[in-house]
């Protein structure tokens, strides 16, 4: 059965750093496409960085410049990198993949399997 690890969550003031981790087991495949989506409590999950199976990758707006998604395409990890963590990042960040997806995407319904979370907390 196909399972979603994260580690690496926490609490840090504001311009901080942390780095998540998502390790998918028991994919017979490699290069799997992954992601981190993020949740506030009463809004929608919305995704923050994914990267295909070619090793392209998205990020939302407000992102962009501060987080990094990265993968070991043979071990099926992906770390979400979180550089000058504003208060507005906080939330559960959940960890995605699916076997084979050929251009990255924001869009949580492309991906198959989900990890249980794990919670961001960003203090001013």
């Known amino acids: 059965q196909v399972k979603l690890v994260e580690s690496g969550g926490g609490s840090v003031q504001a311009g901080g750093s942390l780095r998540l981790s998502c390790v998918a087991s028991?994919?017979?495949?490699?290069?799997?496409?992954m992601g981190w989506f993020r949740q506030i409590p009463g809004k929608e999950r919305d995704g923050v960085a994914t990267?295909?199976?070619?090793?392209?990758?998205m990020y939302r707006d407000s992102v962009k410049g501060r987080f990094t998604i990265s993968r070991d395409g043979v071990k099926n990890i992906a770390d979400l990198q979180m550089n000058s963590l504003k208060p507005e990042d906080t939330g559960i960040y959940y960890c995605?993949?699916?076997?084979?997806?050929?251009?990255?995407?924001?869009?949580?319904?492309?991906?198959?399997?989900w990890g249980q979370g794990t919670q961001v907390t960003v203090s001013s």
């Open positions: 990267i295909d199976t070619y090793g392209r990758t």
């Open positions: 028991n994919y017979t495949g490699r290069n799997v496409a």
């Open positions: 995605a993949a699916e076997p084979r997806l050929w251009e990255p995407t924001l869009d949580g319904r492309y991906f198959g399997t």
